[in-house]
T-cell receptor
């Protein structure tokens, strides 16, 4: 069965520091992987996605993620965090028909 | 020119009432969804429609009834609201089948439902 694990419930970083949010997935076939961001009181915005090809994918707002099949991971990174990046981040795996399975999210707090 | 729009954004209602949430997408997509986000922020699919046909119904109580008058609209009607229905409901759409086929699923801004 498919599943997504985001081990970190809450992460706090200083503005300007680097960021890595972890995501591990379980899926029997080639995964389609996504990162979404949810700002407070807002909907879900797609940051980036991996379908195939280059395992390092670039997204919006300066984010990138690397797919590592051997580790079943798709970690999200940003070299320098801005205060506006404070939000909830969700990793998801495309599985089954028409469906996304989401992780439980990681809340990012940015300290000025 | 919002791609996936849903109304109302906030809804407070009493137990036992019936309410509807409307959703429209202007992306020309064939597939639409309803997702529920609970108080712990966990997101789970409720329904999926492809060209107005129901594709997924994830063990959702019968009190929840989606209606798709055309492929640009997917409304959610909830009968006899219960306290546990309080959640954020997200409408979404994708070009064809989403998720596992690789098509990106685009989400609306959510509807915050509070049942008192």
């Amino acid at each position: 069965a498919q599943s997504v694990t985001q081990p970190d419930i809450h992460i706090t970083v200083s503005e300007g520091a680097s960021l890595e949010l972890r995501c591990n997935y379980s899926y029997g076939a080639t995964p389609y992987l996504f990162w979404y961001v949810q700002s407070p009181g807002q909907g879900l915005q797609l940051l980036l996605k991996y379908f195939s090809g280059d395992t390092l994918v670039q997204g919006i707002k300066g984010f990138e993620a690397e797919f590592k099949r051997s580790q079943s991971s798709f970690n999200l990174r940003k070299p320098s965090v801005h205060w506006s990046d404070a939000a909830e981040y969700f990793c998801a795996v495309g599985a089954g028909a028409n469906n996304l399975f989401f992780g439980t999210g990681t809340r990012l707090t940015v300290i000025p | 020119d919002t791609a996936v729009s849903q109304t109302p954004k906030y809804l407070v209602t009493q137990m036992g009432n019936d309410k509807s949430i409307k959703c429209e997408q202007n992306l020309g997509h064939d597939t639409m969804y309803w997702y529920k986000q609970d108080s712990k922020k966990f997101l789970k699919i409720m329904f999926s429609y492809n060209n107005k046909e129901l594709i997924i119904n994830e063990t959702v109580p019968n009190r929840f009834s989606p209606k798709s008058p055309d492929k640009a609209h997917l409304n959610l009607h909830i009968n006899s609201l219960e306290l546990g229905d309080s959640a954020v409901y997200f409408c979404a759409s994708s070009l064809e089948v989403g998720g596992s086929s690789g098509n990106t699923i685009y989400f609306g801004e959510g509807s915050w439902l509070t049942v008192v």
